[in-house]
């Protein structure tokens, strides 16, 4: 079946330096549509960025990503990282030609941001 | 606009008892989706509705859980005779099949405990 993994349960860093958190995948789809959700305490996961495009940067808030098909990854980065960006971040995947069918969640890596 | 609406926020129950939970969608949307989040983890897929029908419940436990969409609006899950087990956030999503952006929104989450 498809799976997501992110290889970092934790991440600890000093406000104002980079981040970047880890995503591949496993699936069967041709067309695989991949998400990042972001999730601070005691909310519901919201939707960060999305992408299905191959080799194409997208970016929101700060933050950006690219899918490589070739390498089956959805890597998360960010150049400054700021207190507020502290939350749990979910990598997902879908099917782009089964929009409807629901995503399939990684475990998900806790970001904590210092001063 | 209104998001997702879930009630109740928190449940404590003993194993053995019975809960429901509620999910108000976004108006118009007519995919539902429930996911269950133990702590700690990423949410995982149980049950997803198109209008009124059932399109995958799949990864629904189906001797305890139950779920329900009867007018292709709001829906109840039901879990007869919880377990520790179940302890989790319970979790409500909504979005327009075929949609080419795919997006779920996301409620606020039911907290279970089974004590």
């Known amino acids: 079946g498809d799976s997501v993994t992110q290889t970092e349960g934790l991440v600890t860093l000093t406000e104002g330096l980079p981040v970047m958190l880890n995503c591949t995948y496993q699936t069967i789809y041709s067309n695989p549509f991949l998400f990042w959700y972001v999730q601070h305490l005691n909310e519901s996961p919201r939707l960060l960025l999305k992408s299905f495009t191959d080799n194409k940067r997208t970016e929101h808030q700060g933050f950006h990503a690219t899918l490589h098909k070739s390498s089956s990854s959805f890597h998360l980065q960010k150049s400054s990282a700021q207190l507020s960006d502290s939350a749990l971040y979910y990598c997902a995947l879908s099917d782009r030609n089964n929009y409807a069918q629901g995503l399939t969640f990684g475990l998900g890596t806790r970001v904590s941001v210092f001063p | 606009e209104a998001g997702v609406t879930q009630s109740p926020r928190y449940a404590v129950l003993q194993e053995g008892q019975a809960v429901s939970f509620w999910c108000d969608p976004i108006?118009?949307?007519?995919?539902l989706y429930w996911y269950q989040q133990p702590r700690d983890q990423g949410p995982q897929l149980l049950v997803y509705f198109r209008d009124e029908a059932v399109i995958d419940n799949s990864q629904l436990p189906s001797d305890r859980f139950s779920a329900v969409r009867p007018k292709g609006t709001n829906s109840t899950l039901k879990i007869q005779s919880a377990k520790q087990g179940d302890t989790a956030t319970y979790l409500c999503a909504s979005s327009l099949w075929g949609a080419s952006q795919n997006t779920l929104y996301f409620g606020a989450g039911t907290r279970l405990s089974v004590l």
């Open positions: 108006s118009g949307h007519d995919t």
